[in-house]
């Protein structure tokens, strides 16, 4: 819950309610409040630092007692509520059914888009830009007999911004069986939507 010691404006003012979550996020500026607004984010490189990055969904209110953020009477006087929509696309990786044994050191996902404006009032991403590697460096354990499942599906999630993948965008993926590899699969012209997961 969230709350504040301002008074509603009363009669004849309308309000209109914009926030972010979770509020500690890594690389979120400070809100451009001239008109909508809108906010710079720059997604951290580790993906262990990245968040699940949650927007309001703009909801017009019909009135007291009806819930919305936009539009809201100056004296509803009572709790309103706001929601949520996810502002990133969540990209999960997993092996398929010819894993050889090994262990997975680290996924990187490679030359994509890291930083982009969210605006608040189209509910989407403008001035996407700086191509940049993102990495989770982690042990993934590869037996005899493993097959069609996720590797990262908890806090190692890569939260990356919605975007059309630019040209000779990878993913790599280093292994060591014994000996260190690096495979490499092409991802470039791929679609990122806003809100969707991409495994």
């Known amino acids: 819950n969230w ?20 509020y500690h996020t890594t690389g979120v500026s400070a809100f451009t409040t001239t008109g909508w607004p809108t906010f710079h984010y720059t997604v951290p490189t580790n993906a262990t630092d ?24 100056g004296n509803f006087n ?11 696309t969540a990209i999960r990786i997993a092996i398929g059914k010819q894993m050889a044994p090994c262990t997975i050191k680290k996924i990187e996902i490679c030359n994509v888009n890291s930083e982009g404006d969210y605006q608040y009032q189209t509910e989407n991403w403008a001035n996407i830009a700086t191509l940049s590697t ?29 975007q059309k993948v630019p040209l000779y965008a990878t993913i790599n993926v280093t292994i060591n069986d014994g000996v260190e590899h690096v495979l490499k699969a092409s991802i470039d012209n791929d679609t990122w939507a806003k809100g969707y997961t991409v495994t």
């Open 134 to 162: 993102f990495t989770l460096t982690q042990d993934f354990e590869i037996k005899p007999g493993d097959s069609n499942y996720i590797l990262n599906n908890d806090n190692n999630v890569f939260m990356m911004i919605p």
């Open 78 to 88: 009572m709790k309103d509520s706001i929601t949520f929509d996810h502002a990133c």
């Open 3 to 22: 709350s504040t010691n301002e008074f509603w404006p009363g009669v004849g003012q309308r309000c209109a309610f914009f926030a972010y979550a979770p």
């Open 50 to 73: 990245q968040n699940d990055l949650l927007v309001t969904k703009n909801k017009i209110s019909s009135g007291i007692g009806d819930y919305g953020n936009i539009d809201v009477p």
